[in-house]
């Protein structure tokens, strides 16, 4: 029998124990030791059956246990111990309020902070992948540091989905219902106590509704907008069901709801609260692109005019791109997107035709008649990157249409390597046997704040009590593989009488390999499966077996990731290796918590480039797990011999994918015989692994600080965030007009501006054929000549751009060195520059001179996308061989 309604029950704690209630409500327990043993004390029991939740786990207690600790003395001054740790974390000053004098005043007041999903606690599951759990991660190392972000997203009532397997292996998908009143989350409400609402005008004289949910993330505060609003009609109630659900149209209007009112939701939780407006705005990916948009209307209503509203949006605004792969950024029908926006839509005092030209692919091979939210997220930004050194230049490559006439290289998009958020990945277990080495207090420092010479204490740990803890965190994943499994085969129809074999799933001492995550076709979840009888060979040697667990989502609509899930499946359930190779569904961060820190390597092999950045691989690290990856995403960035293993790649050698995946298999077959499990199982005068042991101790001591996601904060609030603040101060109402009108003046000219003339003189340069030889450190005096078209030199930079040449005299490594106007314009108008050029390099040796625009509130050269190089000019040559 079904209820025909469904509410909350909220419990009535005794006065004495109402801190439970705050203490529950902010999520920093979920990464606070302390704070998750006070809870389990409550009722271990109870911990456990709510999933460690404190909020389900208060809504359960009964009221004789709630009367128990209230009189319970030591239980209350462990109470009070957290509030009070829970004040002085949220109120005091940390990394962001240290800064040295007068470096505060040039930080940014606040950052929004935009992403469709957050993957904070599992007690929130509002995640599908790493986009959300490096979102999550960002907002927590945030908080940890001090930075004032403010998270932007959508709460979805069913969440991502849950995932079963039936009996022949095939995935099924589960919403459960969430009830936000049984969530750590908050209903803004007005002074009145009437909840917030934003409100978007759909075509149709429709509107879409949402109620604005906080969820407090430390000391940051985390905004879910919310469609299950009674004034709206069905189909608008149901935008934010599920993530990454649904059609073209309600992608859009969850992404509309997510930028747009988005905007709108941070404004009213600054009004009501007294927040800092934020002076950046830092899209997590295209899904929130339409942000910039609505700040726009913003500033067109204090009338600004679009171009000026623009150039002051951008210059607030970071765009992160998260995807090397053109299919995974959502497109939309340019006829769509119109039809929601303009006069019958959202936004009606912005000109439709402007919007659309923000997200249109107007460059070579893109399609006109689609709007793409990561080309709307760069043109609306200042400042991009990409999250890994490899992904940044992949970025760069697969962007550069935008910025034509500049080499890849030259594209304005940077990188900051992800990373992960120690307190909440490292095992507990880790933890403990590094704060008995340095004390408690600096562990924590250590796992937030970074610094390679405190990680360099971990050499100072004995090799037995790490191999210990090794097989301590070995056992424990067993322990919960054993029950995960036994659960899904139930759930697969199984009876209990037919599972016994489970029992002797996995083993304690045997090598154990970890492999999950999304379970898109490249990133080769059956990689391992490509020749079955070597697999198995390895996973039943007689005397140095591995094991594996397995674990990762398809999307529900990708039924070619779903036939990858069975087939790896159907491997894992034969009687012959069932108990060496598992898989286990319904990957999340739960399972995750126990997978990373259990396995002794952690193995990637996507297809190159396309891994952005990986960071499950960083979150074993921290746990003292060994990578055994493809060198993409960060691994190609740090890995190193001494603490793991790269898998050769063939991109360039083979000729077709399936020749390619042999190769690569292979490749990895052979160093998991030859070099991984050897390793492993090769044992010391001591008994021990010693070399093994060796190599734990080298990863944490060297990925340690790389690794951190609050390295990573820093990054971006040093690199990005700051400047972006000062180009947003630099750029008031008047500035943005002059700035859109120079740059309507330089389009305006730039077809007519060339380089006509070039000539160089070379101190003891001998003509050689057609090329010249100098000698290095000697100086070419270059001459130059160009027509501005009514421009000036302060429009401009001439520069002549100088390098090593390959043999179709392509410049690598290229320099750039400005040269100085001469005088005034000649009678033609033409400007003259000259400048020294040093031929400081040995070797085939080339120049080149470029016109670029310049003005003193762009962020780069390239920021206009445009760029004049020499085409039939008189003069010498700019070719010079090196010697």
């Given at each position: ?741 120079w740059k309507a003046r330089i389009r305006a000219a730039w077809p007519r501006v060339a380089v006509d003339h070039v000539e160089a003189a070379a101190a003891g340069a001998t003509p ?116």
């Amino acid at each position: 029998m079904k209820a025909i309604r469904r509410f909350t029950v909220r419990p009535v704690l005794p006065e004495p124990l109402r801190p439970l209630s705050e203490l529950a409500r902010n999520l920093r327990w979920s990464w606070h030791p302390e704070t998750r043993e006070l809870f389990q004390s409550v009722d271990p029991e109870g911990w456990a059956a709510s999933g460690q939740d404190p909020v389900r786990l208060l809504g359960t207690v009964s009221s004789a246990r709630l009367a128990e600790l209230a009189d319970d003395r030591r239980f209350l001054r462990r109470l009070a111990a957290a509030v009070d740790d829970l004040e002085d974390y949220t109120g005091g000053s940390r990394w962001y309020q240290r800064r040295g004098p007068g470096q505060e005043a040039d930080l940014p007041s606040a950052i929004a902070y935009f992403s469709p999903e957050f993957g904070i606690t599992a007690a929130l599951p509002q995640y599908s992948g790493g986009l959300g759990i490096l979102a999550g991660d960002h907002l927590k190392a945030a908080s940890d540091l001090g930075a004032p972000l403010i998270g932007v997203g959508l709460l979805y009532r069913h969440g991502y989905f849950r995932q079963t397997l039936s009996r022949e292996g095939w995935q099924q998908e589960h919403y459960p219902v969430l009830d936000p009143n049984e969530l750590p989350l908050r209903l803004l409400r007005e002074s009145d106590g009437t909840p917030c609402q934003v409100v978007l005008t759909l075509p149709g004289r429709r509107s879409l509704h949402a109620y604005v949910w906080q969820a407090q993330v430390g000391r940051v505060p985390l905004l879910l907008l919310d469609s299950d609003v009674e004034e709206n009609g069905p189909g608008e109630r149901d935008v934010t069901d599920r993530l990454y659900g649904g059609g073209s149209e309600h992608r859009l209007l969850q992404e509309m709801l997510l930028g747009v009112g988005g905007v709108r939701a941070v404004r009213t939780y600054c009004r009501l609260t007294g927040h800092p407006e934020p002076e950046v705005f830092h899209t997590n990916e295209g899904h929130a692109g339409f942000l910039g948009l609505e700040r726009i209307r913003e500033l067109a209503a204090q009338g600004l005019e679009f171009d000026a509203a623009l150039e002051s949006v951008r210059a607030g605004t970071v765009f992160t791109t998260h995807t090397p792969v053109p299919a995974g950024i959502d497109r939309f029908d340019r006829e769509l997107v119109a039809r929601h926006f303009g006069e019958d839509g959202e936004l009606p005092g912005v000109d439709v035709e402007r919007i659309l030209r923000l997200g249109m692919e107007t460059y070579p091979g893109g399609e006109p008649n689609l709007f793409n939210m990561a080309v709307m997220g760069l043109r609306l930004a200042q400042r991009a990157n990409g999250v890994s050194t490899l992904h940044g230049q992949v970025s760069r490559e697969m962007f550069a249409g935008l910025w034509p006439g500049f080499d890849a290289a030259e594209v304005p998009i940077t990188s900051i390597t992800n990373g992960v958020h120690a307190p909440t990945w490292v095992a507990p277990e880790v933890f403990r046997l590094g704060a008995r080495q340095v004390g408690a207090s600096r562990a924590e420092e250590v796992l937030t704040a970074g610094g390679a010479s405190r990680w360099d204490a971990v050499a100072d740990i004995p090799d037995s009590e790490i191999w210990e803890l090794r097989r301590e965190l070995r056992e424990q994943l067993v322990t919960e593989v054993r029950r995960r499994l036994f659960a899904s085969w139930r759930q697969r129809g199984a009876g209990t009488a037919e599972l016994g074999w489970i029992s002797q799933v996995l083993d304690p001492d045997v090598l154990t390999i970890g492999f999950a995550r999304r379970v898109p076709s490249y990133k080769r979840l059956t990689l391992m499966l490509r020749d079955r009888d070597r697999l198995m060979d390895l996973l039943l040697h007689p005397e140095r077996p591995v094991q594996i667990v397995v674990a990762g989502k398809a999307h529900p609509a990708d039924d070619s990731g779903k036939r990858l899930v069975q087939e790896l499946v159907r491997f894992a359930d034969d009687p012959r290796v069932r108990h060496r190779i598992v898989f286990l569904p319904d990957y999340g961060m739960a399972m995750a918590q126990k997978l990373y820190p259990g396995c002794d390597v952690w193995l990637n092999n996507p297809l190159r480039p396309l891994e952005a950045c990986g960071t499950s691989g960083m979150k074993a690290a921290l746990n003292g797990c060994l990578n055994l990856s493809v060198l993409d995403g960060w691994w190609d960035e740090w890995y190193e011999p001494d603490f793991g293993w790269a898998i050769p790649t063939a991109d360039g050698a083979a000729t077709d994918d399936d020749r390619r995946d042999d190769l690569e298999a292979n490749a990895l077959y052979e160093l998991l015989e030859q070099r991984v499990a050897p390793r492993f199982y090769d044992r010391g005068r001591g008994g021990l692994p010693d070399r093994w042991i060796e190599m734990v101790r080298q990863t944490l001591m060297n990925l340690g600080p790389k690794v951190l996601a609050g390295r990573m904060v820093r990054e971006y609030v040093e690199r990005l965030y700051t400047p972006a603040a000062h180009s947003h101060r630099a750029l008031g109402l008047d500035e943005a007009r002059e700035l859109a009108e120079w740059k309507a003046r330089i389009r305006a000219a730039w077809p007519r501006v060339a380089v006509d003339h070039v000539e160089a003189a070379a101190a003891g340069a001998t003509p050689r054929g057609d090329t010249s030889t100098a000698e290095l450190g000697s100086t070419l005096a270059l001459r130059v000549r160009v027509a501005l078209d009514g421009l000036v030199p302060d429009d401009v930079e001439v520069q002549a751009v100088s390098g090593r040449v390959d043999p179709e005299d392509s410049i690598a490594d290229a320099r750039a060195a400005a040269l100085k106007p001469v005088g005034g314009p000649d009678l033609e108008g033409r400007w003259t520059y000259e400048g020294p050029l040093s031929l400081d390099r040995t070797g085939p040796f080339g120049y080149t001179v470029r016109i670029l625009p310049s003005h003193r509130l762009l962020a780069s050269g390239a920021d206009l996308g445009l760029v004049t190089l020499p085409t039939g000019t008189t003069g010498d040559g700019g070719g010079v061989l090196m010697r």
